[in-house]
């Protein structure tokens, strides 16, 4: 047990100290964060919305599609756009293999069906008469998208944090698109994963730390979110 309390000693020491190696991949991750969330964000909330607020021939396929994408192993997408953005591939010439533009893209094809599952759950659970309360009284329909959303807003953030928790926790994407690079692509997971494997547990607990402190901050949030009632 002595290896892991100086484990803790030491990261304590890095991230007080500002260990560059350290801070290195707490900036990529959150950059590659960022962007991924960003995307599926812009795109997921949306085709929630059409998926929960309209029924249309073919809805209960689609949202078992969407179902199942929700367990889709990490590795598998991390394969399929290893394929699309390696030299051989049909976009290799974009050069986003080994980058953090294309973790970001593998993580925004993990948390797309999150994002689009929860938001739907969040609009299929709203008052059925609020829809005719906003027609009957003239509202158009980028109207009732928006007020349907802010109705919902609670379970779309519920969709977000979710997805974070996700895209954050990922191993398999960064590790085979990014390619674990140090000083570029070196992510948290990927970092704990290679400083285990050698025996630098300071290094993994220390990321370890930042990992489960940017969880906190995020759920601190939504909770302080929840009792202001934004």
Same mark, same amino acid.
């Given at each position: 047990?002595?290896?892991?309390?100086?484990?803790?000693?030491?990261?304590?020491?890095?991230?007080?100290?500002?260990?560059?190696?350290?801070?290195?991949?707490?900036? %990529?991750?959150?950059?590659?964060?960022?962007?991924?969330? @960003?995307?599926?964000?812009?795109?997921?909330?949306?085709?929630?919305?059409? *998926?929960?607020?309209? /029924?249309?021939?073919?809805?209960?396929?689609?949202?078992? *599609?969407?179902?199942t994408?929700?367990?889709?192993?990490?590795?598998?997408?991390?394969? *399929?756009?290893?394929?699309?953005?390696? $030299?051989?591939?049909?976009?290799?010439?974009?050069?986003?293999?080994?980058?953090l533009?294309?973790? /970001?893209?593998?993580?925004?094809?993990? %948390?797309?069906?999150?994002?689009?599952?929860?938001?739907?759950?969040?609009?299929?659970?709203?008052?059925?008469?609020?829809r005719?309360?906003?027609?009957?009284?003239?509202?158009? /329909?980028?109207?009732?998208?928006? $007020?349907?959303?802010?109705? %919902?807003?609670?379970?779309?953030?519920?969709?977000?944090?979710?997805?974070?928790?996700?895209?954050? @926790?990922?191993?398999?994407?960064s590790?085979?698109?990014?390619?674990?690079?140090k000083?570029?692509?070196?992510?948290?997971?990927? %970092?704990?994963?290679?400083?285990?494997?050698?025996?630098?547990?300071?290094?993994?607990?220390?990321l370890g730390?930042?990992?489960l402190?940017?969880?906190?901050?995020?759920?601190?949030?939504?909770?302080?979110?929840?009792?202001?009632?934004?």
């Amino acid at each position: 047990m002595d290896f892991i309390l100086q484990g803790f000693i030491k990261a304590l020491q890095l991230l007080l100290q500002g260990d560059a190696e350290t801070y290195s991949a707490v900036a %990529a991750t959150i950059r590659a964060s960022f962007w991924s969330m @960003t995307a599926s964000l812009a795109a997921g909330i949306p085709l929630g919305y059409l *998926l929960g607020f309209f /029924a249309f021939p073919g809805r209960n396929v689609v949202r078992l *599609l969407v179902d199942t994408l929700l367990a889709l192993p990490t590795v598998f997408i991390g394969l *399929l756009v290893y394929a699309f953005l390696s $030299s051989r591939g049909p976009f290799g010439e974009m050069g986003l293999l080994f980058s953090l533009e294309g973790i /970001a893209i593998g993580q925004a094809i993990l %948390a797309l069906p999150v994002v689009i599952a929860l938001t739907a759950n969040a609009v299929e659970s709203l008052d059925r008469s609020l829809r005719v309360t906003l027609i009957s009284l003239g509202a158009s /329909a980028g109207q009732v998208f928006f $007020s349907s959303l802010r109705e %919902a807003r609670f379970g779309i953030l519920v969709a977000a944090v979710t997805a974070l928790g996700r895209v954050l @926790t990922e191993v398999g994407i960064s590790m085979m698109v990014g390619g674990n690079i140090k000083w570029h692509t070196r992510t948290i997971t990927t %970092a704990i994963a290679l400083e285990t494997n050698k025996g630098q547990f300071a290094m993994g607990i220390a990321l370890g730390l930042v990992l489960l402190l940017m969880a906190f901050g995020v759920n601190f949030t939504l909770s302080f979110l929840r009792r202001r009632g934004v």
